[in-house]
Each structure stands twice: as C-alpha cells, then as structure tokens.
C-alpha cells in the first residue's frame, strides 16, 4: 500500500488558488510538502505536526500557503494562494521524519516516505 498519495494539481494563472491533498496510511508525527521546480533541487515548502498544529513555512511562501490537516481522514492539505509562476513544478509530501524537527524539518534526507508527487503548472 502507498504511504502516501497526492492530489490536486493542474493548471492555474498567475494570482490564482490551487489546493493540494496528500493522504496518507499511517500515524506519522510529521507531514511535510516539497517542491521541485524543473531542473532543481526539491525544496521544503510546509510541514505539519500531526499530533498537534504546529506548521512551519519556507520564506518564500509565508503569506500565501497554509498547511492543514484532517485527522479522521488522514489527509494534509497545501492551500496554495497568489500563485507565481516559480511555484511551478512537482509537489511531494513526504513522512517518517527522523531528526529534530524544529531545526531539520525542511531537510529532504530526514524523510524516507515520499509520495509520487503532483504536477503544478502557474502560467504567467
């Protein structure tokens, strides 16, 4: 069974919303939401703790991206506003953190479970 699965990408303009939805089969703690523009490096986004509502935020998108959960459903989503064309790219959610979390979260080695990810296209 895949551990965790996203949906929700597509095509949008400049300016407009998208909202991402990884769902997942397991109790993790941390859930978090990479993104991997073409031609470079997965880059953290967002991440959540599941056990509580702690959320950290890269720089480039506080303000515009929120991450929420929904525990009975075992889904975390990315709410995605005033999109750039830079937000183009892959979104992964990954899990099964391992690490201090509130110094490592946004490093992509300290997870081992990663879905397979969703395309986001923001045309300009």
Same mark, same amino acid.
């Given at each position: 069974? #895949? +551990?965790?699965?996203?949906?929700?990408?597509?095509?949008?303009?400049?300016?407009? @919303?998208?909202?991402? @939805?990884?769902?997942?089969?397991?109790?993790?703690?941390? =859930?978090?939401?990479?993104?991997?523009? +073409?031609?470079?490096?997965?880059?953290?986004?967002?991440? =959540?703790?599941?056990?509580? @509502? *702690?959320?950290?935020?890269?720089?480039?998108?506080?303000?515009?991206? *929120? =991450?929420?959960?929904?525990? +009975?459903?075992?889904?975390?989503?990315?709410?995605?506003?005033?999109?750039? +064309?830079?937000? *183009?790219?892959?979104?992964?959610?990954?899990?099964?953190?391992?690490?201090?979390?509130?110094?490592?979260?946004?490093?992509?080695?300290?997870?081992?479970?990663?879905?397979?990810?969703?395309? #986001? *296209? #923001? @045309?300009?």
């Amino acid at each position: 069974q #895949v +551990p965790l699965v996203e949906s929700g990408g597509g095509s949008v303009q400049a300016g407009g @919303s998208m909202r991402l @939805s990884c769902e997942y089969n397991y109790r993790w703690n941390y =859930i978090v939401w990479f993104h991997q523009a +073409p031609g470079k490096e997965r880059e953290v986004v967002a991440g =959540i703790a599941t056990f509580d @509502s *702690t959320t950290n935020y890269a720089d480039s998108v506080k303000g515009r991206f *929120t =991450i929420s959960k929904d525990l +009975p459903k075992k889904v975390v989503y990315l709410q995605m506003n005033s999109l750039k +064309p830079e937000d *183009t790219g892959m979104y992964y959610c990954a899990a099964d953190f391992n690490g201090l979390w509130h110094v490592e979260w946004h490093q992509r080695e300290n997870y081992s479970k990663w879905g397979q990810g969703t395309q #986001v *296209t #923001v @045309s300009s």
